[in-house]
């Protein structure tokens, strides 16, 4: 259990030093930054961001830029920072604990029934639909912003990736949704023989 916990605080440091080494960032906007553009693979709550950054700040791998409001001061990434970004990026990737409330649903369907089920998978289409137009705006906005260039290349790998799972969960839906279909079909037919002699 408490090995655990070293990854993740580890993960937490490389989504924000990474987003701290493209630009400049309050805690907040660094939290907009990450939901905005890494929301389709990776989340950080302010409740994470902000000890993560103190205990970086406190390692001399962030440096707060000073504003006028304390709320709204910038962090940036200093070279040991950069030094540390890259050696946590060449560890290797920390494997996902999957948690899917959805198949979880679906695994026990016969307890909810085929038209409940039809309207969880419903809704999972209508999210990855969103999804999907997120990821394309996402790629309109990367081509777009010229700061990006050397960034850009790689952020959009990972934009594809968004879009190919997206793309992929709604085909998922569709064959989901035919595959309940019959089963709803199935179930409100009169079962035949039973009651005669």
């Not at 029934?113 to 705006?137: I, K, S, W």
């Not at 050397?150 to 190919?164: C, D, K, N, R």
């Amino acid at each position: 259990m408490r090995g655990s916990l070293v990854p993740r605080s580890d993960q937490s440091q490389t989504a924000i030093l990474g987003a701290l080494s493209i630009m400049p960032m309050t805690g907040y906007a660094l939290r907009e930054e990450i939901r905005d553009t890494l929301g389709h693979f990776w989340s950080e709550s302010f409740g994470q961001i902000y000890p993560v950054l103190a205990e970086l700040e406190r390692k001399g791998l962030v440096e707060r830029q000073e504003a006028t409001d304390s709320r709204s001061s910038k962090f940036g990434i200093t070279d040991a920072g950069v030094t540390r970004l890259r050696e946590l990026l060449a560890e290797p990737p920390q494997a996902p604990n999957p948690r899917n409330g959805l198949m979880l649903r679906l695994f026990f369907g016969s307890q909810l029934g085929p038209e409940a089920c039809r309207e969880l998978v419903l809704q999972a289409r209508e999210q990855a639909e969103a999804a999907l137009a997120r990821m394309e705006a996402a790629r309109t906005e990367v081509a777009e912003n010229g700061g990006l260039a050397q960034a850009a290349p790689y952020i959009l790998l990972t934009v594809s990736a968004g879009e190919h799972s997206a793309r992929a969960a709604i085909a998922w839906a569709d064959e989901a949704l035919a595959d309940l279909a019959k089963l709803e079909a199935t179930s409100s037919q009169p079962a035949r023989g039973r009651g005669r002699p």
